[in-house]
């Protein structure tokens, strides 16, 4: 089996209804759903029922939130790859997963975009921790080989930024291998904890950093996070070399204040 779609849900029985009929509708077939529920007590459980046919597996019961359902039906996955399509988020096109398998790509995780995403080329010039540090990439438009998943399952203590430090462990330690397409992959949900509050998602980033990364490396990831993004970004895309790349960062910066920016 090619592919483990993992959709979790609490108590948005419309939107995972909008997300159940996305699955269902796309042409490639080689997957299978796995739908986790956190033990809801609005109609989700009706809205699984009437579609129970078309789901491999689903379970109804309190657990501790987003992360620990994605660990349960990351446990419970087969495929060789998997992708956390969660309520409310549909696949973009019925054809989108026929597109991603067709691409001339065996890489340890596959990654697209979605519409309105605030950072849409975070690995298009390929991945560095500085990418990382200052975007993210879109995890509802990523498939992950599910081997790798499970060497890093998801940090249960955090509510939001538990997929960011899975892409860091992955991208970063392990070197994983990472292919970058511009398709979009995913209609995403923006009303969503993560796209909402902002200040948890920032105290749980520098909590992650804290613990990955040694005091005097983050120090200078906040410096190169407050210089200008177009400059990151220029500099980004003229070289990965880390000497050429520090040398453009700093005349860029350099020409920008001059010019007042």
């Known amino acids: 089996m090619k592919l483990s779609i993992v959709t979790v849900n609490y108590n948005n ?3 995972l209804e909008r997300t159940i009929k996305s699955v269902m509708s796309q042409t490639f077939r080689d997957f299978e759903f796995i739908i986790i529920d956190g033990g809801s007590t609005d109609s989700s459980t009706k809205v699984i029922k009437q ?3 078309q789901i491999d597996f689903w379970v109804s019961e309190k657990d501790g939130g987003i992360y620990p359902g994605m660990n349960k ?8 790859y998997v992708n956390f399509m969660n309520s409310g988020d549909c696949f973009h096109t019925p054809d989108v997963l026929e597109k991603i398998f067709a691409l001339k790509t065996n890489a340890d995780i596959i990654t697209g975009t979605h519409v309105g995403s605030p950072h849409p080329n975070v690995g298009k010039y390929g991945i560095t921790m500085l990418d990382l540090y200052t975007g993210a990439i879109d995890h509802q438009a990523s498939f992950i080989r599910r081997a790798l998943a499970l060497n890093h399952p998801y940090d249960e203590k955090f509510k ?6 899975f892409f860091i462990e992955a991208l970063i330690n392990d070197n994983c291998s990472f292919y970058y ?4 992959v995913v209609d995403v949900d923006m009303t969503g904890i993560s796209n909402t509050n902002y200040e948890l998602n920032r105290n749980e980033r520098e909590a992650v950093l804290k613990e990955l990364l040694p005091k005097r490396i983050i120090e200078d990831y ?3 996070g407050s210089i ?3 400059v990151l970004s220029i500099s980004s895309r003229i070289s990965k070399s880390q000497s050429i790349r520090k040398i453009i960062v700093i005349l860029a910066k350099l020409l920008l204040k001059i010019k007042g920016v």
């Open 228 to 230: 200008h993004p177009d």
């Open 181 to 184: 397409t511009d398709l979009v």
């Open 73 to 80: 039906g990351l446990r419970k996955s087969k495929g060789e």
């Open 13 to 15: 029985a419309e939107g």
């Open 160 to 165: 939001i930024v538990s997929d960011w430090k």
């Open 51 to 53: 579609y129970e046919a």
């Open 222 to 224: 906040k410096y190169l």
